[in-house]
């Protein structure tokens, strides 16, 4: 029996979307993952970035934590962007800050249903 699993194919199965491309084994390559090893992982991608997207759901005030620190780091562009994080979440009006950018995002996301609806109506009208 060889080491090497010299039948490894990509699976047929969708795998996570992914920038990387797979690296199956070849003759020889004792580094890639063998298509057990390689269901294994897709598996376990799938399970992390579904758990991820639940947390991320159940805590709205992450996205407007991030949303707001970016803002405001593209805004002044500081040098030190590290000491700028630090700065950022351990200023003593972060709870205010995001308030107010809760509100900013809840209103633009209204704004934004609403212009969706509007188009919506305006191509059946043209139908």
Not at 67 to 86: G, I, N, Q, V
Request: proline content about 6%; hydrophobic content about 30%.
């Amino acid at each position: 029996m060889s080491l090497v699993d010299t039948g490894s194919a990509p699976p047929n199965h969708d795998p996570p979307i992914s920038m990387e491309p797979y690296d199956l084994a070849k003759s020889g390559d004792l580094g890639a993952l063998n298509n057990q090893q390689q269901a294994a992982t897709n598996k376990l991608k799938t399970e992390t970035r579904v758990n991820n997207e639940l947390y991320l759901r159940s805590h709205p005030e992450i996205r407007y934590m991030v949303s707001a620190f970016l803002r405001d780091l593209l805004l002044k562009k500081p040098e030190d962007a590290r000491k700028h994080f630090t700065d950022f979440f351990t200023h003593p009006d972060l709870l205010k800050r995001m308030d107010v950018q809760k509100e900013e995002y809840l209103r633009q996301h209204e704004d934004d249903v609403t212009a969706r609806l509007l188009a919506d109506e305006d191509f059946h009208e043209d139908e």
